[in-house]
């Protein structure tokens, strides 16, 4: 079952390039990074724009963008090693797929942010007096401070998930279920011992390895593992108890705290647990009735990991902007907000294309863990 639902809606070259193409998952991205720029769309309104606001502090939310990408990310990387665990070639493909995904793109648009932070440093990270470690933030190494892309400290958990994955990759598929629990206990015993410590005086280190975020990747990787192993039953149920259960754990949150922006550790629960039941129930659903939630959001989930890194920048030039020059009033202010969107799409849509896939297809001309065919003999 498992083997024809892949070769069924999984495009992918080859079983160590970059993660497959689920329709469902890549709709799923596309309508996560939207969420993110709502939020983000939000904060550049309150800061810039002349007229009334149109996106409340509701639109908070939108932060579940987050954590549905990194219950992705653990559910398509556990999913796609299925058939490989214990494999060494295998392990080495992946590490460098992974690198390869993530530095070549990332790194660009670092070089390119650098003229004009070192031009304007007013741009950037403004709730840490403009400062940004430069080195740190290319090689992608934790810091107290935001990278230069700011986003981008989510990365951080990423590369932590991929580094817990690849030692998972050295161990027999039989023992997952152990080593997924194991690293459930490590990360629930750093949480709580974390919470000893208030966030600012954690190290940079301990800010990625005690935050509950880490929990998502847990989720996702318990998701592959019900997809491919479970019993495949109960998608529409999955469904509605996601929703139900967002619903549900969004005014449990607000009714204690009245706050929209929920935090780090009730994120998990409120946000988390839902993605992955959602993740659950739409993978099921293409893979028994070729069912597609919102298969119209594709084109955006290809491009997510672009839009995600530039549409912050963006926001906040177009911001600057339209604070300068644009007009007051309610049409203006909506043909803002809306074209502002679509410039971000647009920006990221303009690196994916021309930047992320050429950069993909030369990383992967040149993959040193690819199997070649051998030489054909020369004959007279």
Known sequence: MRERYRDRVVAI??????????????????????????????????????????????????????????????????????????????????????????????????????????????????AEGHEVNLLRSLLL?????????????????????????????????????????????????????GLQTPRPLQGAFERVLFNPINLEFILGMMVAWAVVHGPQRGATACICIAFAGLAIGYAIWFGLTGEYWVGDFWRVWVFGLPAALFIYGIVLREQQQGQVLLPGLAWIGDAAYSIYLTHLMVLVVLGRLWGEFGPAGWPAHLIFLAGSVAVALGVGWC???????????????????????AAKPLVS
């Not at 990365?155 to 932590?160: A, D, I, M, N």
């Not at 817990?164 to 990759?169: E, K, R, S, T, Y």
């Open 141 to 193: 190494i934790p810091d107290v401070r935001l990278p230069l892309i700011p986003v981008a400290w989510t990365l951080h958990h990423e590369l932590y998930f991929y580094l817990v994955l690849g030692a998972m990759l050295m161990l027999p598929e039989r023992h997952l279920p152990k080593a997924i629990l194991a690293w459930l206990l490590v990360t629930t015993a750093l949480i709580a011992y």
């Open 351 to 373: 690196s994916f294309t021309y930047a992320e896939q050429p950069m993909l297809k030369w990383c992967r001309r040149i993959d040193p863990t690819r199997v070649r065919p």
């Open 13 to 126: 070259s080859s079983s160590t390039s970059s993660p497959a193409r689920l329709i469902g998952i890549q709709s799923l991205r596309g309508f996560a990074v939207l969420l993110v720029i709502m939020v983000h769309l939000h904060h550049t309104e309150l800061k810039y724009s002349h007229g009334p606001q149109v996106l409340g502090a509701w639109n908070s939310i939108g932060i579940a963008g987050v954590d549905i990408f990194l219950v992705v990310s653990g559910f398509v990387l556990t999913y796609l090693a299925f058939g490989h665990f214990g494999q060494r070639h295998y392990a080495a493909a992946y590490a460098y797929a992974r690198v390869s995904r993530v530095y070549p793109v990332y790194m660009l648009l670092t070089a390119l942010m650098l003229p004009l932070y070192l031009s304007v440093p007013a741009l950037f990270n403004a």
